[in-house]
């Protein structure tokens, strides 16, 4: 795509915006330099009817809705920077919806035959009419050959090539953007939109989704909380997902919850421990658990769908999850603030019995409260306001687990209303605390890195030894040190260390 051909692609864009008073929002005002408010104002004399009700990131929110899967993409991720534009212009992008007309079931025959470069009736014996179309792909229920129901998501014709259209508007804008609006810089827009871009093209490979989806299917197998269709591999190529069908009905019907024999509680219980295990355990979660992708059975067995967005989480990022929880369950705010210092989330120059005090704030008006009040994403999301003051950068893989908490949440109290969240999330957070940060687990650790020690010191002398010799005549086998007194000597570094450890405690 030409620069002139991406700049009127982008100019279409900004009209749509302007058109909805989402460019240069009315509620900035106050923020803008006499000269950008008046241009703000200027623009605003050709606003429509979308620009008179709701929040600018409600407005903007349906703006990139119509301006197809790149714009669609860049406010989930702008979704996820909460720190720069506030928590509700991110909580209003993070209702985007990808919903479009389906394209001919005839259509998408040709383009499954294609893909698999072999006739559908191959795979199925049975293609019904789209159940579902977003602006990447559309899902048709079929019958599978072996006799097993299933679902077949399908790319639309010719997606490929407006998405790098759209990226390459989208790198223009970044470019102008990083050069004319130094406000947005904080942004990073030019790494933002190849981020975007980066994202765009993985989920145009179906092949992907497919490992993803395999993957939480074994995560998710490991508590039984919840469950994950398994993965028709025979059925699956770049454009072309096959997945069996999710037993049960989609909870975005209402009719589903009043199925004979459903335990509302007990389902609630299960979306949430199955969300923070998946996070916590394995460091892996679906990042996208609304109703429409949840199928309920009686009396309390979930299965998710649509892996297309899957959030993860490193061993640092989990433990200060768990740990900044479990400190506000037992209302440790001391513990807490300790857990942002030691993982470097706030800079070290900041007072950290100041910051307890800052997190006191978040954590108390909490305690006392009815338990369909409390919101564990809410927490997170008051949490980071207050990090902001102490120069806490916030990294997007939490964003997005706070995000996906607070959907979480929230389909489970549509499940049951009293639902207690915090009851629900306690032994998963327990376990993960008893396991990883029990005086054993230290050990453990400690001993593994005994061990690891010793294999460096051995690799360090004899790469020593080598160099002080020269080449050697003949090789020499040397004896390695066996994995029994490596693993004795590691204890008894790991004995040493943790008591050093107590004693300075």
């Known amino acids: 795509m030409g620069a002139l051909a991406s700049f009127f692609r982008l100019a279409g864009a900004a009209w749509v915006l302007v058109r909805a008073d989402a460019l240069a929002p009315r509620e900035i005002d106050l923020l803008l ?18 620009a008179r009700g709701g929040r600018p990131g409600e407005r903007l929110a349906v703006c990139l809705e119509r301006l197809g899967p790149a714009a669609i993409k860049l406010g989930q991720f702008l979704s996820t920077r909460a720190d720069i534009f506030g928590v509700a212009f991110a909580e209003d992008l993070s209702h985007l919806k990808d919903r479009l007309p389906p394209f001919d079931a005839a259509i998408a025959r040709a383009e499954i035959e294609g893909a698999l470069n072999r006739p559908l009736t191959s795979l199925v014996s049975r293609f019904d009419d789209a159940l579902a179309a977003a602006s990447l792909a559309q899902v048709h229920r079929v019958a599978l050959n072996d ?3 299933g679902a077949v998501k399908v790319l639309r014709p010719g997606i490929e090539r407006r998405v790098e259209d759209d990226a390459a508007a989208l790198a223009l804008g970044a470019e102008l953007a990083d050069a004319w609006a130094p406000a947005l810089r904080r942004l990073e827009p030019r790494s933002l939109v190849a981020t975007v871009v980066r994202a765009l093209r993985l989920e145009l490979d179906l092949r992907f989704e497919a490992a993803g989806a395999d993957e939480l299917r074994s995560v998710m197998a490991a508590d039984g909380y919840m469950d994950a269709p398994k993965v028709v591999w025979e059925g699956v190529a770049r454009r072309v997902l096959t997945l069996e069908w999710a037993p049960g009905r989609p909870l975005s019907e209402a009719a589903s919850l009043e199925q004979p024999g459903v335990n509302r509680p007990r389902l609630a219980d299960n979306l949430i421990r199955a969300f923070l295990a998946s996070a916590l355990d394995h460091g892996v979660f679906h990042a996208d658990l609304h109703e429409g992708n949840l199928f309920i059975e009686a009396p309390a067995r979930l299965t998710a769908v649509d892996f297309g967005i899957i959030g993860r989480l490193g061993p640092g ?26 993982a470097g989330y706030v800079p070290s120059s900041h007072d950290p019995a100041a910051f307890a005090q800052a997190l006191r704030s978040v954590g108390e008006p909490v305690f006392g409260r009815k338990a369909g009040e409390l919101s564990m994403g809410r927490l997170l999301s008051q949490l980071f306001e ?6 806490m950068r916030l990294r997007p893989e939490l964003v997005l687990l706070q ?7 929230g389909v489970a109290r549509s499940i049951d209303p009293g639902h207690d969240i915090w009851a629900a999330a306690e032994p998963v957070i327990r376990r993960w605390i008893t396991r990883e940060l029990s005086p054993a687990a230290r050990m453990r650790a400690l001993a593994d ?13 004899e790469t020593s030894e080598r160099d002080a010799m020269g080449p050697p ?8 040190i066996t994995p029994l007194l490596a693993f004795a000597c590691g204890v008894v570094v790991a004995a040493l260390a943790f008591a050093l450890t ?3 405690r």
Request: glycine letters at 8%; zero cysteines.
């Open 449 to 461: 890195e005994g061990r690891a020690a010793l294999r460096a010191l051995q690799r360090l002398a």
């Open 33 to 50: 330099s006499p000269g950008q408010r008046g241009v703000a104002r200027f623009l605003r004399l050709f606003s429509g009817p979308a």
């Open 386 to 391: 207050v990090t902001a003051l102490f120069d």
């Open 403 to 409: 995000k996906t908490m607070v959907v979480v949440e």
């Open 147 to 149: 006799g097993r129901e």
């Open 473 to 480: 005549i003949a090789p020499q086998r040397q004896e390695p």
């Open 317 to 342: 990022e989990r433990r200060y999850l768990a740990e900044i929880l479990w400190g506000f369950l037992q209302r440790d705010y001391q513990r807490v603030a300790l857990v942002h210092f030691e």
């Open 502 to 504: 107590a004693l300075v």
